[in-house]
């Protein structure tokens, strides 16, 4: 069974530009989850997303939106990129949002903003 | 609001030793724990998810214990080897997932 695949791997913007990012679950997995890991602040939660609707929130700007597909599939967009949003996206999917439900990682995003 | 704290942030033991690595949480009301871990550039791998009913369990080499009303969990590495220098993180859920910072493990050959 293939795993949690990111993509793009690596990518470059500008500030003021503006990225999507993509993350394909497992096979049978409804729920995906998107998180910012910085040098600083760590693994911070960005959103949760099942069935096509987004579940839970962290305290990030509105420039941070994401959405899913009705094939689970989910993207996360960045507008108007700053200097601070460079860091490593993950994205994590589970079978669903139960506690029972263990999360699967990508390998990640990794975004740098010049 | 939820915080979970992992020390110490960096260890360096002899290969072959038996390791105790701590996370600690200040809300006990969670769902579950999980401990993962991260190798250089790279995405998480899930090594133990314990229930918020459960006190511990085993994967090998591995053993993680929870006592939520301490607020606390370890995770136990029996018999180190180089292969498991890496990142081990906990994480803790409820409506979010809140993670430690991290230990920085390495295994000294």
């Known amino acids: 069974k293939a795993g949690v695949t990111q993509t793009p791997r690596y990518l470059i913007k500008t500030r003021g530009q503006q990225v999507t990012l993509s993350c394909s679950p497992i096979?049978?997995?409804?729920?995906v989850s998107w998180y910012q890991q910085t040098p600083g602040q760590g693994l911070q939660f960005l959103f949760e997303y099942f069935s096509e609707t987004q579940r839970n929130k962290g305290n990030f700007p509105g420039r941070f939106s994401g959405r899913q597909f009705s094939n689970s599939r989910s993207e996360m967009n960045v507008s108007t990129l700053e200097l601070g949003d460079s860091a490593l996206y993950l994205c994590?999917?589970?079978?669903?949002?139960?506690?029972?439900?263990?999360?699967?990682f990508g390998p990640g995003t990794r975004l740098t903003v010049t | 609001k939820q915080e979970v704290t992992q020390i110490p942030a960096a260890l360096s033991v002899p290969e072959g030793e038996n390791l105790v690595l701590n996370c600690s949480f200040t809300d006990s009301a969670i769902y579950n724990l999980q401990w993962f871990r991260q190798d250089p550039g790279k995405g998480l791998t899930s090594l133990l998810l314990?229930?918020?009913?459960?006190r511990e369990q085993t994967s090998g080499r591995l053993n993680a214990s929870l006592d939520k009303s301490s607020g606390r969990s370890t995770l136990y590495i029996a018999a180190s080897q180089p292969g498991d220098s890496a990142t081990y993180l906990c994480a803790v859920k409820r409506d979010k997932i809140i993670f430690g910072k991290g230990t920085r493990l390495h295994i000294l050959p």
């Open positions: 314990i229930q918020s009913s459960q």
């Open positions: 994590a999917s589970s079978l669903n949002p139960q506690v029972l439900y263990e999360q699967y």
């Open positions: 096979s049978g997995h409804r729920s």
